[in-house]
């Protein structure tokens, strides 16, 4: 199987400030263009007060979710922080309404939250449900929607889209530096420091030159927004698309509590082939990756008898997170053992491997053997190309779909005087047989996004190539 790149994302977004946006007509469509739901809407979350989208299923869709998605271009909330709310209520039968928010760049997401944490079941009374979400200067567009899992319907209300302006977003950990407190060009100088000692690309800016330039753009102040700003500058000279600041009121407390934006979905095709669908998990508690890995691992065991032909790993919609919960989901396939590695710039090399220690309860099937199929698209980033890269160089093993989003590499926090943070790129990612992965992985066999009538090319020329196994 070849691929071009790989990487470990960083879980939590970066900051910023932005004036109010204009008014724009919201199109709400169905996520991923399913006909198993249908939509009524009525109002712009951008400017109408009962702004409002009410998603129902169309028929039994059993434990599936499903939802409505709409998005708007993010120039005027760029180095800003975006807020979405609403009110939420959900019929008798479904569960896990919620509302969600997500950041892209040029090459796909940048950054996703999800209120499926706190979430709304059928019966509950109405609840206000809101998300916030800093955006960087490279975000191209901001996306929101409804999702809810089950058979019924779902409604949000009074849905509200802003932007905070600028004193609101950056808060007092940005305004003027009092006594005792860190001064702008502290700030400035202990990330010079961090990001010319550890940056995988630090050889990209010229050192020279810039530490003075952004010096003295903080120079005569204590104006720590200032510093933030040099900072961001900084990150930007890097040219990894990765790395990122993070303010201290955004910065990291303790282990995230977030959830996959949609469960894993286990299931038999026709013709005797398996179906594995992983999406993003963003969460660094122990349990949670527990019962996610397990409950892929225990449906794969339900399903092994009847797949014949081998097994699809669909990867499309994985744009990152935790990999580890991820990679242990799939180790009846993988094995146990080094899948990979991370590389920084001296050279240095940290296996990544299973060796059963995170695999959950039940015991694995052994499928080690079994011809895989892996679905990658430019959805697919940061630790969702990861996951894919473990497959890079397995046995009977073929990618299909198109060019990943090519954040491959591995983010590591770094602590500001101040509280903030950086999320700095130090690390590159080579396959088991360790190869350092290009930026972008593309697949064996590139195929269209989309089909007529609504077809899926790429599933189908996954299983093609399976029943010919």
Known sequence: MRFKAVIFGALLCSSATATQPPTLTVVWRPINANTDYAIESDGDPLADEDAHVRVRTLRDVGEKSGGAIGGVDAAAFRNGRVFLSAQIEADTGTRNAAIWLRVDGASGRLFFATSVTDPIVGGQPPARRELRMDVPAQ??????????KGSGAM???????????????EGSETGQSGAGQVTAREMLDAAITIVQTHALTADAIDWDQVPARLRESVSGTDDRSKAHAAIRELLALLGDNHSFFMPAANAPQGPAQHTPAAAPVVKPLPDGIGYVQIPAFANLDADAGRRFSATVVSDMGNISGSVRHGWIVDLRDNSGGNMWPMLAALEPLLGSGELGSFQDRRGRVAPWKLNGTKSPPPTPPELRQAPVAVLIGARTG???????????????TRSFGQATSGRTSSNRLFLLPDGSRIALTTTRIADRHGKVMPYQLQPDETTPVDGEGGADPTLAAAMAWLSRK
């Open 139 to 148: 975000a191209q567009r901001i996306v929101y929607g409804v999702t809810f």
């Open 155 to 169: 409604r949000a209300s009074a849905i509200h889209l802003r932007a905070a302006p600028p004193a609101a977003a």
């Open 382 to 396: 940061s630790s969702g190309e990861i996951v894919a890269v473990a497959f890079h160089g397995r046995a009977e």
